[in-house]
């Protein structure tokens, strides 16, 4: 069974930078794709970006040109650099893994736990 772990979430200002890592362990999906998914207070769960084995990306418009999505396929971990944080970007942030682009946006096989991301204003 897939085990993806997240890291680096925390308390930042409103314009500040964070890195969200996001571990897999535990066994394989071959060639995967892996993404970022967000969930503010009593709202649904969104699609944030995705990254396929090969590094081709994809992000929702609401955080394109500010997040960037990277992976490191001998660590088995993928990265979310967020830039230009605003507070509408507060919410658990949860790393996500599937077989594919298409999966991972839609419904992945997999979830981590989740890492909590609060920007003041």
């Known amino acids: 069974q897939v085990q993806l772990v997240e890291s680096g979430g925390g308390l930042v200002q409103a314009g500040g930078s964070l890195r969200l890592s996001c571990a897999a362990s535990?066994?394989?999906?071959?060639?995967?794709?892996m993404g970022w998914f967000r969930q503010a207070p009593g709202k649904e769960r969104e699609f944030v970006a995705a990254?396929?084995?090969?590094?081709?990306?994809y992000y929702a418009d609401s955080v394109k040109g500010r997040f960037t999505i990277s992976r490191d396929n001998a660590k088995n971990t993928v990265y979310l650099r967020m830039n230009s944080l605003k507070p509408e970007d507060t919410a658990v942030y949860y790393c996500?893994?599937?077989?594919?682009?298409?999966?991972?946006?839609?419904?992945?096989?997999?979830w981590g736990q989740g890492t909590q991301v609060t920007v003041s204003s």
């Open positions: 990254i396929s084995w090969s590094g081709g990306t």
């Open positions: 996500a893994a599937d077989s594919t682009i298409a999966a991972v946006t839609r419904e992945p096989d997999y």
């Open positions: 535990g066994g394989t999906l071959g060639r995967n794709a």
